[in-house]
């Protein structure tokens, strides 16, 4: 390093500060002498590296029960040589090179044991080899991620549940069945009682047929029994409803929405503004939320002859690129979704014809569509072969127009739910690995059919809809996330009785100070003072004890009621003729008058009455037809 340059530099920097009018720059660079320190990190590694060999030939040359202790003492000279390096590394501050190795916690304790060394059992380390490869199986099993150690029920109602819906994010659930009601749940609102936090009939006296978030969640799209589809905002206000269409044009293209009853819709996956409808009209449309008026695309399946076929279901690809729908006749028809006019993909014997197909569903990775029958059958098929479907499972009762079918979230199960008839047995939900299409797992749901089924991607939880009423949803407490984990721990909220104890307080500012009443500042405290007032708060009357007081009867029960049973409703004289009823007590009467007569009995004269002529007694005689007329 050159000296002189270095003091000429320390020349200008005073020169520098002295112009300035401070004493100096701060604190100066702190220097290193890298010769030295690669020269003492060399000697440290030979020294070190001598060390070792010295320990391995001792080891090598000591005797049997020498060489029991050997590996103590070596861990013993390891130690204290790791020791020595980190004094030696902390106390030379200046040292440049990598950080001598970390301490082992589990090193340390083997090293302060005294004793032979513990022999190799190759036993168990094959059984934790063993166990290892049974866990990588259970891991690749998809049967073993299938959540279903738990479960909670929403009570819906009493008619099937036929719409459910979870929003992206998984916290909250909608649902809507037969009995026109569409509830909002929220997991992280509800307890343990698990109760809905609103309820609405956003389509008056129509059966919900579909609900669905939108990507973003901010939006349900409702299609119910009517003609007309309704887009709700996250708490449940109208937002958008589509536009009828004329029932008198033939053609439905030239119609501005649907004419006849709606049976299912969806969001666009990629489109937060767009979603589409199916309709009994034989048309399936797309629809803009910002344009009410009108729709932007109809696509209109056709049979073999060219007749118009009603579409039962639709639902988008993946990619949002192909619009899928399921027809009255077994058909499966894909368009694209910017040509309108011819399919895709056609297949016309997809299912028995005339079978209703309840539900499409697309896989996560676009390539395998799953079509759920009413011929009670699941196929699925490979969209880049769209002839024959790929597997086929049958005996699935389907006795509803939605019953679902979905994939895992891990794409290798095919999950759908079966019907049954009242009393006959219970609903199930049946799962199928997907390449081999074996059921390999099912769930006894409620003594009802299984309609609807979401298995969630983000909660890896499980929503069932039976046609009881009831909404299913299982979990599980390591695999799954949030959701129905978030209410299941919170304890029930005491409901809060309303007590109607304190007077309405009237406002009367332009009142006379004299008559004017004090304002409530403490409503607590007035409902305190309330309740020790007996009239105020309604106190029921304590039980009468001995004979009775107040007007109040004790016998016979302490009530009035009671009283009157025993002393009238069982007297035995019969008073259905009243003029009998007043004679029986007309000698006791005159004999012992009690009312008027005692009360003229000093000032009454003595009555005098005329005594019979001989006249009378001649008219008496004469017959009753000379008898002359007064």
Known sequence: MD??????????????SSVMGFSGFGKKARTFDLGSIFEETRRTAIERSRHTL??????????????????????????????????????????????????????????????PPVPFDY?????????????????????????????????HGTKVVSAMALDPSGARLVTGGYDFDVRFWDFAGMDRALNSFRTIQPCDCHQIRALQYSITGDRILVVSGNAQAKVLDRDGFNKMECIKGDQYIVDMVNTK??????????????????????????????????????????FKPRSVQGKKVTPTCCTYSRDGKLIAAGCQ???????????????????????????????????????????RGGDDTLKIWDIRNFRKPLHMADG????????????????????TGTSVKKDEGNGKLVFFDRKTFKQVYEIEVTNGSVVRCLWHPKLNQIMVGTANGQVKVYYDPIKSHRGAKLCVVKSKIKEKHAEALTQEYVITPHALPMFREARQRSTRKQLEKDRLDPKKSRKPEPPVSGPGRGGRVAAHGGTLSSFIVKNIALDKTDDSNAREAILRHAKEASENPYW???????????????????????????????????
């Open 54 to 115: 010295d320990v391995r030939q001792k080891e090598m040359g000591a005797s049997g029960e020498c060489s029991s202790h050997a590996p103590v003492q070596k861990d013993t000279e390891k130690k204290a040589s790791r020791k020595e390096d980190v004094d030696s590394s902390s106390s030379d501050s200046e040292l440049v090179g990598p950080m001598p190795p970390r301490k082992d916690s589990n090193q340390e304790e083997d090293h302060d044991l005294v004793g």
């Open 396 to 415: 699935l009762t389907n006795y509803f127009a939605m019953t679902d079918c979905c994939f895992s979230p891990d794409d290798q199960l095919v999950v």
């Open 123 to 155: 036993e168990a380390t094959q059984s934790d080899s063993e166990d290892d490869e049974e866990d990588e199986d259970d891991d690749d099993n998809p049967v073993k991620k299938i959540p279903d150690s738990h479960e909670i029920t929403l009570v």
């Open 3 to 16: 000296t002189s340059s270095t003091e000429g530099n320390m020349d200008t920097d005073g020169d520098i």
């Open 596 to 630: 008027v007569a005692p009360a003229y009995k000093k000032t009454q004269p003595n009555p005098v009455f005329a005594e019979d002529s001989e006249e009378d007694e001649e008219a008496e005689k004469e017959p009753e037809w000379k008898k002359r007329k007064i």
């Open 257 to 298: 929405g649907h004419t006849a009853m709606l049976n299912d819709g969806c969001w666009h996956p990629k489109m937060k503004e767009e979603f589409m409808t199916c309709s009994n009209d034989g048309t399936v449309r797309t629809w803009d939320v910002n344009s009410e008026k009108n729709h932007k695309c109809v």
């Open 329 to 371: 006749d077994g058909t499966i028809q894909i368009w694209d979704r910017n040509l309108s006019v011819h399919t895709k993909f056609h297949c016309r014997q997809a299912h028995s014809s005339g079978s209703d197909i309840s539900r499409l569903s697309f896989s996560y990775d676009g390539t395998v569509l799953a079509s």
